[in-house]
């Protein structure tokens, strides 16, 4: 078991829905982190908050958009997405300080299909 | 803009035999971190190395970082069915307040008994 829970395991929507991702650690890091996981391709960083604050977009269409209510839980809200956006989307979590040696600690993720 | 390449992509041994899997950056890394992804999983941590030409080890497995911090491994002695899974190596670039993990492409290793 993770000590980061993400909910759905798996969601199935269509072009012009409207849905949400859910993110939550209690192990009381600072940072957290969305990367998404595509079939061939190495795990893509999306986006990066610390402590609430967003810290880095790497260039992610506003389709996906982040929110961090508080330092425990982080969402991603989907509209309109493309079926080339289906994908493992995983949320981590890391201890603040970057010389900890406990490295991220993934979730188990979402396993999303656009259709 | 930076990039961590990993290979081979795959890699097929027989149980018993040792495996390794390579790690290059393109540039200069803080520190550079392992994680293994079992099939239908996510990634756990394995270890981080944070010194120029550190060698650690976890019983089976040695890890190695890079006298200039470029590049690193991850050897496996005697590899055996429940290694199989697929190895990533990530870099951590420092800026501001936050660093972020770039993963090299991962290494699926699969172990035939």
């Known amino acids: 078991d993770t000590e980061v829970t993400q909910t759905p395991k798996h969601l199935v929507m269509g072009m012009t829905n409207k849905k949400s991702l859910k993110c939550e650690q209690h192990m009381g890091h600072r940072a957290m982190y969305w990367y998404k996981q595509s079939a061939k391709k190495p795990l893509e960083l999306m986006f990066v908050?610390?402590?609430?604050?967003?810290?880095e977009n790497n260039s992610v269409p506003s389709r996906f958009s982040p929110e961090c209510p508080n330092s425990s839980l982080l969402n991603l809200h989907l509209h309109a997405l493309q079926p080339e956006d289906s994908a493992l989307y995983l949320c981590a979590s890391s201890h603040p300080d970057t010389r900890s040696n406990y490295g991220y600690t993934f979730g188990s993720g979402t396993r999303l299909t656009v259709v | 803009g930076q990039q961590v390449m990993q290979i081979p992509q795959y890699q097929h041994v027989q149980e018993g035999e040792d495996f390794t899997t390579y790690c290059n950056s393109s540039t200069t890394l803080s520190n550079i971190q392992w994680y293994k992804q079992r099939p239908g999983g996510h990634p756990v941590f394995l270890i981080q190395l944070v010194k120029s030409g550190e060698v650690k080890k976890q019983k089976r497995l040695t890890f190695q970082f890079g006298e200039a911090k470029k590049n690193s491994s991850l050897h496996i002695t005697a590899t055996q069915t429940t290694d199989v899974g697929t190895y990533f190596c990530?870099?951590?670039?420092?800026?501001?307040?936050?660093?972020?993990?770039?993963f090299g492409q991962g290494t699926t290793l699969q172990v035939k008994p």
């Open positions: 908050y610390n402590f609430k604050e967003q810290t």
């Open positions: 990530a870099g951590l670039l420092l800026g501001g307040n936050t660093g972020k993990l770039i």
